[in-house]
């Protein structure tokens, strides 16, 4: 019986000894998964931060990318400006040369302010074709000036002549007659080899470039190729063109390309027109025709006649605008072959007896070298002032 009992006592001392054990592990293994959960809580915690400082980042990334996006692209509009008014001014060369380089040699000959002084001036002006009525209403100024200011010296005449040059390029209207919501017919004229249908196609791609929906109407029937060079033109500048067979009646394609204009929504069409019929009683008759299709079938739109003259040509482009204005009511021109000429000073001319604006002036056969005339920056490119 000791026996007995002393084993039963062992065994539950065993038996204790065994649950303190067990609690023990219990224990220790919740200490473990308490400290293992405080562990993932921290690194949760710690991933929490980590993804916040990454939004943050992002954030300032995104920030900065926006506030760059606008002066990249203003830099780059300032290169584009930049880079076709170096051409203009490159391109003024010979014509700066020719007009001022006769005006210092007069100046530089002479002492005194007097009417051989005025005389000589005035042949250098009309040699560098400005024209003789538009040299003298320069020299008209030039005087009424001179007496007004008391000028006494010479060397002071150059900037005074260039000042009003400047004032005559300034005067009327060069922008186009394009208003937002309502239609705009273009009628380009100008005989042939000025450029026309290559200041057409140039219009086209700026005029598309600005938002507007423009078509093109092939209504040159006479001349051979004149079709075919247009549509070259049209896919340059991603613009349908409207045409019909070749020898075909130009009012009939500016019809079709009206009613084209209307379907399609078209915010402006461009009408190439003959550049030389057999007379101007042809010229007059065929414009005459092309002009009351447009205003019976499109009499809501604006209308723009715009003449192509080549600067090359100098005291010619003043013939063709005069007989061409007998025909047409011309409400501007486009100044094409600037570039590489010394009879540039014709614009002068154009602005002062024609009264018609110069609305666009070319400097290069590249597609952009077309350019809305600006007088400041032209008077800045050719005078450099």
Same mark, same amino acid.
């Given at each position: ?34 400290? #293992? ?20 980042? *992002?954030? =300032? ?19 584009? /400006?930049? $880079?076709?008014?170096?051409? +203009? ?25 007097? &009417?051989?002084?005025?005389?000589? +001036? ?8 400005? $024209? ?18 008391? *000028?006494?010296? @010479? ?13 005559? +390029? ?19 004229? %100008? ?19 600005? %938002? ?21 033109? %049209? ?49 007059? /008759? &065929? ?16 209308? =723009? ?21 007998? *025909? ?16 540039? $000073? ?11 604006? *110069? ?5 290069? &056969? ?5 350019? @809305?005339?600006?007088? #400041? ?9």
């Amino acid at each position: 019986m000791w026996f007995f009992g002393r084993k039963s006592k062992e065994k539950v001392e065993e038996q204790e000894v065994r649950e303190e054990e067990v609690l023990e592990e219990t224990v220790e293994e919740e200490l473990i998964e308490e400290t #293992e959960e405080v562990g993932e809580t921290e690194d949760v915690e710690e991933d929490e931060e980590d993804l916040i400082e990454e939004i943050e980042e *992002v954030e =300032e990334d995104v920030e900065e990318e926006l506030t760059k996006e606008p002066e990249e692209e203003e830099v780059e509009e300032k290169k584009e /400006k930049k $880079g076709f008014f170096a051409k +203009l001014t490159e391109g003024l060369t010979k014509t700066r040369d020719n007009i001022m380089d006769g005006v210092d040699s007069v100046l530089g000959a002479f002492t005194k302010i007097d &009417e051989d002084l005025y005389e000589e +001036l005035e042949e250098a002006l009309i040699m560098a074709d400005l $024209g003789v009525s538009t040299t003298m209403n320069i020299m008209d100024e030039l005087r009424e000036q001179v007496k007004e200011q008391k *000028v006494k010296d @010479p060397s002071k005449l150059k900037g005074m002549i260039v000042d009003i040059i400047s004032s005559k +390029l300034s005067e009327g209207d060069s922008s186009l007659n394009i208003e937002k919501g309502k239609p705009t017919v273009m009628l380009v004229i %100008g005989v042939n080899g000025v450029g026309k249908t290559t200041t057409i196609g140039k219009l086209a791609s700026q005029l598309k470039s600005d %938002g507007n929906r423009v078509l093109l109407a092939a209504a040159d029937t006479f001349r051979a190729a004149a079709i075919d060079q247009l549509e070259v033109w %049209g896919e340059r500048s991603g613009v349908d063109v409207i045409k019909q067979y070749e020898g075909a009646d130009p009012s009939a394609v500016v019809y079709d390309a009206i009613q084209a204009a209307k379907s399609r929504d078209v915010d402006v069409l461009i009408c190439d027109t003959a550049g030389r019929l057999h007379n101007k009683t042809n010229l007059m /008759k &065929e414009l005459e025709k092309t002009f009351r299709v447009i205003d019976r079938e499109f009499p809501e739109a604006n209308k =723009e006649v715009l003449l192509v003259l080549d600067a090359t040509t100098g005291q010619n482009a003043i013939s063709q605008a005069q007989q061409f204005k007998e *025909v047409a009511d011309i409400t501007g021109i486009a100044l094409t072959k600037l570039d590489g000429t010394a009879k540039g $000073g014709i614009i002068v001319a154009i602005h002062s007896e024609m009264e018609i604006p *110069v609305k666009f002036i070319g400097v290069g &056969e590249q597609i952009d070298d077309l350019q @809305p005339f600006n007088p #400041e920056e032209f008077t800045k490119a050719l005078f450099g002032n």
